[in-house]
């Protein structure tokens, strides 16, 4: 159901809603290389970047390197200026890390908590999101640090259990840190602490908001009228708080699961839709000044790990293991396919890349009509479960990782490719 708590009528003194908007995005507006953050320059997905292969040989692109420098962990990338920042463990120490994203040397590498261990796989879970000369970075027990990212000199640093007496979920905390405007935001999941915006330079609390424990999904905002939202997907559902003083201004617990809710929500203009696995289903909310609104509920689209890509007017995502294309607008199911077995993706210059839980990796064409394969390769050796749940397309490379194993391949196009 949806609950829409009434707005409250107050003038907002510190920021403008139109600058905390501006100032978030200001960096994805333009056709930058970089790949700032979880799921890229808009948390969404999809890279601006052209040029690139449209189809792939049958030994798949070139391999440019290949590290162990990363650690153990399931954290993708962030790249900005030709380095690539993640999160790792070795030995009983958890890390961020930076590499050159040229040759895959290790540059630094800073302390951040302990090392996590779980029996469905250890090590980190975050991506680590970069804001100018500063890094902010979550580990899996909890440590939220911000870095510089030259050096990898400790700013400042937060402890979310001790701080907000937030709850590491049974996985690990796995959210990357939303940074807005003068914020940094974070699913703490304490006690009237859930949802906590600090000061991006000094770690100062802004605001706390609501009870939900944490999950393992990622904050995003939408733009609804004058108010900026941001909008979380927490244990047992989804919420969209006001940027500037937390308020909850809606929330919707239908697409949530009892398990894991894991997906980033994916906002087009004032729609969201939310997604989980273990037998749910997805939910597209239109959103409004007085809340939130129900467009439809289908079970058509449940994300367990991975989340989906809007390209146009169609959404694609792995339903579980089934790679499904979905009309955005009324949730119709407009394809199907095995593809490269359950695994998550991403958009590039009219591509899909998809990267299977059993190393394989695939390449397909965006399109509506058909499921288009343009070739595949399986990454070298025979390790676990490839659960990094994104590949990142930055600068003409594409970046995979397998546990402390990173791979970079040249995927860009040759003149007679273009």
């Known amino acids: 159901m949806v609950l829409a708590p009434q707005a409250s009528m107050f003038k907002r003194s510190l920021l403008t809603i139109g600058a905390l908007v501006a100032l978030y995005s200001g960096a994805a507006s333009s056709q930058t290389a970089d790949w700032d953050q979880w799921r890229g320059p808009n948390r969404d997905g999809k890279s601006p ?107 400042w640093r937060k402890d979310l259990v001790r701080e907000y007496r937030g709850s590491i979920p049974a996985w690990g905390y796995s959210e990357s840190p939303l940074v807005v405007a003068d914020r940094v935001i974070v699913h703490a999941g304490g006690p009237k602490a859930s949802i906590v915006a600090l000061n991006k330079l000094t770690g100062a609390m802004l605001w706390s908001s609501e009870s939900d424990g944490a999950a393992y999904s990622s904050g995003v905002i939408a733009r609804v009228g004058e108010v900026t939202q941001a909008i979380y997907f927490s244990d047992h559902r989804t919420l969209g708080v006001d940027v500037h003083d937390g308020r909850l201004l809606w929330s919707y617990d239908r697409a949530s699961n009892d398990t894991a809710n894991v997906a980033t929500p994916i906002v087009s203009g004032t729609r969201v839709l939310v997604s989980s696995g273990y037998d749910t289903g997805a939910g597209l909310l239109e959103l409004s000044s007085t809340g939130a609104q129900e467009v439809y509920f289908t079970r058509n689209l449940q994300s367990h790990y991975s989340s989906a890509v809007l390209v ?107």
């Open 49 to 155: 970047e052209t040029g690139l292969l449209k189809s792939w040989p049958a030994e798949g692109p070139p391999l440019l390197w290949h590290t162990t420098e990363a650690g153990i962990g399931y954290s993708s990338f962030s790249t900005v200026s030709g380095r690539l920042y993640t999160l790792g463990d070795r030995g009983e120490t958890g890390f961020v890390i930076a590499l050159d994203a040229a040759t895959g040397k290790r540059l630094w590498a800073t302390p951040n908590g302990p090392s996590y261990e779980n029996s469905y796989g250890s090590g980190q879970r975050s991506t680590p999101t970069i804001d100018g000369d500063r890094l902010y970075a979550l580990s899996a027990t909890g440590d939220l640090a911000c870095l510089d990212t030259a050096t990898g000199r400790v700013v």
């Open 312 to 418: 146009g007017d169609y959404l694609y995502g792995f339903s579980d293991a089934i790679l499904t294309a979905i009309r955005f607008a009324d949730g119709s199911v407009v394809w199907r396919n095995r593809s490269v077995g359950k695994g998550s993706l991403v958009y590039a210059d009219e591509r899909l890349y998809l990267y299977g839980e059993d190393g394989v990796v695939g390449l397909a064409e965006a399109t509506s009509e058909a499921y288009r394969e343009r070739g595949r390769f399986r990454l070298p050796g025979n390790s676990p479960p490839t659960w990094a749940p994104n590949p990142i397309i930055s600068n003409g490379r594409l970046i995979l990782r397998n546990q402390e194993h990173v791979y970079a391949y040249d995927v860009r196009a040759a003149t007679s490719d273009k």
